[in-house]
């Protein structure tokens, strides 16, 4: 099936941990890269604080705007996890520990392990969606089209697979790349000239240091292969008429 209307998705990684520069986020590059295979384009990325009411209208804002919205962070067991609660109060749904999600968790922990803390993970919105997690046990969980996951990267990549089924993407966004060795001056004008003829084709130039050269990737991205084509072939025209070297991916 082909769906030309862009499905677009929101991120908004949550945690003081982030902000501080304590943490690195991995999360963004995992999702982008699993929703652009899905057909889904991350048009927005918002870090914000462990601060109830900016999670409540972050989310609000973003559930307007997009298809669909993933935050990471914060529904873990200490007392600055504060993600499932402000869920709650965004939808306006009951925060409180919910039966599968207990269930899951009683099961997983042995005897005398369960204990306070891991039982906080159980707690969330109480009609919320399970989203499962086969490396730790607690799971995130689904509201309408917000998604809440771990902040922990292997565990949220883990988790993906499970989410897979309850979207609906577009046309997978597709992309290629030249580079080249030049700097960006060099051809600002003649790339300003192919992308405003080619709306349908997202064109990016990222400089690079290789070799102790300095050098360009014209990355194109599109879910329209013979648009990419087309652009590619006029990118490569006016770099053969500057006399510029492409330099081969390694």
């Known amino acids: 099936m082909t ?19 304590r943490t690195k986020d991995e999360n963004t590059s995992t999702l982008a890269t699993w929703l652009n295979s899905l057909g889904i384009a991350v048009v927005e990325v918002k870090v914000i604080p462990d601060i109830e009411q900016t999670i409540i209208d972050t989310i609000n804002e973003y559930r307007k705007k997009f298809n669909y919205v993933f935050t990471t962070g914060g529904i873990g067991p200490t007392h600055d996890d504060i993600t499932a609660e402000s869920v709650s109060k965004t939808f306006q749904i009951e925060y409180g520990f919910h039966k599968e999600a207990f269930s899951i968790l009683e099961q997983y922990y042995k005897p005398g392990q369960f204990n306070d803390g891991r039982q906080k993970m159980a707690k969330m919105p109480v009609t919320a969606n399970l989203i499962y997690n086969p490396t730790s046990g607690a799971p995130g969980f689904n509201v309408e089209n917000v998604f809440c996951l771990p902040g922990v990267p292997s565990i949220l990549k883990s988790m993906l697979g499970g989410i897979e089924n309850s979207l609906v993407g577009g046309d997978p966004i597709l992309s290629d790349t030249i580079n080249l060795r030049t700097v960006e001056s060099e051809i600002a004008k003649s790339l300003t000239e192919v992308q405003n003829k080619y709306q349908d084709v997202e064109i990016g130039s990222y400089p690079f240091f290789r070799a102790g050269k300095l050098g360009v990737s014209i990355v194109l991205r599109s879910i329209d292969k013979s648009k990419i084509d087309q652009c590619k072939f006029e990118i490569n025209a006016f770099v053969k008429e500057k006399n510029i070297e492409i330099v081969e991916n390694n």
């Open 3 to 21: 769906n030309k209307e862009k499905i677009k998705a929101g991120i908004i990684i949550i945690g003081n941990e982030v902000l501080s520069g």
